[in-house]
């Protein structure tokens, strides 16, 4: 059974750093892109960052703009984990974080990930 298991959510005041971690399990992801993606209440679920590997120790990372250069996505091939690194927190930033693993060529889209955590709440206080 394929399993990602998020966890570092948490409560943090505007300009915190908080991170978030993603254990995956029931299978090898190693070919596969990892994402992390956020839900606000009321609002669509969108595209946070990406992590894809080419092969060998060649790999990307994509940004939603809004975070480009606060956040820092990471990845354990031997541990199966993906991280995400989140500094000078705004409120805006408050949603639950999902992470998502799936062929998804780095896409953007929720919708072309095969696999979801259970999410972890995050929250900014201003």
């Known amino acids: 059974q394929v399993q990602l298991v998020e966890s570092g959510g948490g409560l943090v005041q505007a300009g915190g750093s908080l991170r978030l971690s993603c254990a995956a399990s029931?299978?090898?992801?190693?070919?596969?892109?990892m994402g992390w993606f956020r839900q606000a209440p009321g609002k669509e679920r969108e595209f946070v960052a990406v992590?894809?590997?080419?092969?060998?120790?060649?790999?990307?990372?994509h940004y939603a703009d809004s975070v480009k250069g606060r956040f820092t996505i990471s990845r354990d091939y031997a541990k199966n984990t993906v991280s995400l690194q989140m500094n000078s927190l705004k409120f805006e930033d408050t949603a639950v974080y999902y992470c998502?693993?799936?062929?998804?060529?780095?896409?953007?889209?929720?919708?072309?990930?095969?696999?979801w955590g259970q999410g972890t709440q995050v929250t900014v206080s201003s």
């Open positions: 998502s693993a799936g062929s998804a060529g780095g896409s953007h889209n929720p919708r072309v990930y095969d696999y």
């Open positions: 992590i894809s590997w080419t092969g060998g120790s060649v790999y990307y990372t």
């Open positions: 029931g299978r090898t992801f190693s070919g596969y892109d």
